[in-house]
């Protein structure tokens, strides 16, 4: 088989999934897009969590070019990436109970805040505690994940839950179990995951509707700019100042 056809193949999958987000999850969509201007709107802040792979796509709504300047990143050290040694360290500090009370104990979040939890599975103590908690402290708490490992795995949470049992808003995925979409012969394991361009698609969609409704709504989306256009930088500077007290990645 060719590269070129495995390529092919994968884009397939890709699109394929993004159009069923699209389709399948509009009204959750217009639904979180709202919750997060109606924070906005109300003077609260926006934080995105995620551990491992699904941090990427918490990450890139933070100080992104195009993105709300308001949305912080929540996260837990030795969890945010494959930079910690052994990186196995990052999915073991996943299944450890109490993390994500002590980190939510230590944030900035208040009540009326909105929180994203990105959790493909949704199934490991830290996403599913980081909800429970999260809710329990009065944060509207959205999640993106795949509710078909609900139905395909056991929960490692004593309670038996997963994250999107603790959500006032899910976002289901629809990334399959294993989160590979091809097999080929003479390849023993399948591979090509695609959990995070999906994901990413489905925060930026998101935070497009977020904008959208403040729009309308006669607010002006606080937005960034590139700092590599003419004037981003200014402009950028004028945001961040007006919002100070709502921006945690500066201080």
Excluded at 56 to 63: E, K, S
Excluded at 88 to 115: F, H, I
Excluded at 123 to 141: Q, S
Excluded at 218 to 239: A, M, Q, Y
């Amino acid at each position: 088989m060719s590269e070129s056809k495995l390529a092919g193949q994968f884009f397939d999958a890709a699109i394929g999934l993004l159009h069923r987000v699209r389709d399948e999850e509009a009204q959750n969509i217009a639904a979180a897009g709202a919750a997060v201007a109606d924070t906005v709107a109300a003077g609260g802040r926006l934080f995105a969590f995620g551990a491992g792979h699904s941090s990427l796509a918490a990450q890139d709504v933070v100080y992104r070019a195009g993105g709300l300047a308001l949305m912080n990143l929540l996260a837990v050290p030795g969890t945010v990436g494959v930079d910690v040694m052994p990186a196995t360290l990052g999915s073991a500090l996943e299944r450890v109970d109490g993390l994500a009370a002590a980190v939510l104990d230590s944030s900035p979040a208040k009540p009326g805040d909105v929180l994203v939890i990105i959790s493909l599975s949704g199934r490991n103590a830290l996403p599913v505690e980081m909800a429970m908690n999260a809710r329990a402290l009065g944060l509207k708490v959205i999640g993106v994940t795949s509710v078909a490992y609900t139905r395909a795995t056991k929960s490692r949470h004593v309670s038996g839950t997963y994250l999107k049992d603790h959500c006032d808003i899910v976002l289901d995925s629809k990334i399959a179990v294993g989160d590979a979409e091809l097999t080929a012969e003479g390849i023993e394991a399948p591979f090509a995951p695609a959990s995070t361009v999906v994901t990413s698609a489905l925060m930026q969609a998101v935070m497009a509707c977020a904008a959208g409704d403040l729009a309308e709504r006669g607010i002006e989306p606080p937005l960034l700019r590139s700092g590599n256009v003419d004037g981003g930088h200014e402009w950028n500077g004028r945001v961040m100042t007006e919002y100070r007290d709502r921006i945690f990645y500066r201080h």
